[in-house]
């Protein structure tokens, strides 16, 4: 049986951990998508709107670079994508990352860490930007899940 690929971008370390978790669980191997320039605490303010993740995130065309990219996802059937919502919707070095790959014919899962929000807006959001990939039902996770439950979804 072929391995899954956990990916994730974190800047603060809730989804990093989670992510962690679920690789663990399910036996998985992990890729963290990193920007180039690291988020700084003043960059991730949302309460100011010159600050870097505000500014990025008003121009949905907007991709950050990321620093490394030499992961070979050929071996993988089954691939997790996990971020923290960001203004609803996933970061956009997410996309950087999405588009700097082909997954036709890989199935693709979402999960998120949020304050609050939902997953399925960034969800949509995800399926209406990238229609031509098998995007599965994603979920927003807390990091209190327990294996079992983490088994279960992703099975
Ligand atoms: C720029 C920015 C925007 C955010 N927007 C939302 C949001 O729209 N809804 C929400 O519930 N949480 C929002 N959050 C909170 C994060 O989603 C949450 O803290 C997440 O778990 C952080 O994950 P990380 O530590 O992996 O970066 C936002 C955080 C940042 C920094």
Not at 60 to 71: A, Q
Not at 87 to 115: D, H, R, Y
């Amino acid at each position: 049986m072929s391995k899954i690929l956990v990916t994730y971008f974190s800047a603060s370390g809730v989804t990093k951990s989670v992510a962690e978790k679920i690789a663990s669980v399910i036996n998985g191997d992990l890729y963290e998508i990193e920007p180039k320039e690291k988020y700084t605490d003043a960059d991730l303010d949302w309460h100011n709107k010159q600050s870097r993740s505000s500014v990025e995130m008003k121009n949905k065309s907007f991709r950050p670079e990321m620093k490394e990219n030499s992961l070979d996802i050929s071996s993988y059937d089954t691939i997790l994508i996990g971020f923290p919502i960001w203004w609803g919707v996933a970061p956009t070095v997410v996309n950087t990352f999405i588009e700097s790959k082909n997954f036709q014919g890989k199935m693709l899962i979402p999960f998120c860490t949020s304050g609050g929000s939902g997953m399925s807006y960034a969800e949509n959001d995800l399926r209406k930007t990238y229609p031509n990939y098998n995007w599965k039902e994603g979920k927003r996770l807390t990091g209190r899940e327990n294996d079992e439950d983490l088994k279960n979804w992703i099975n």
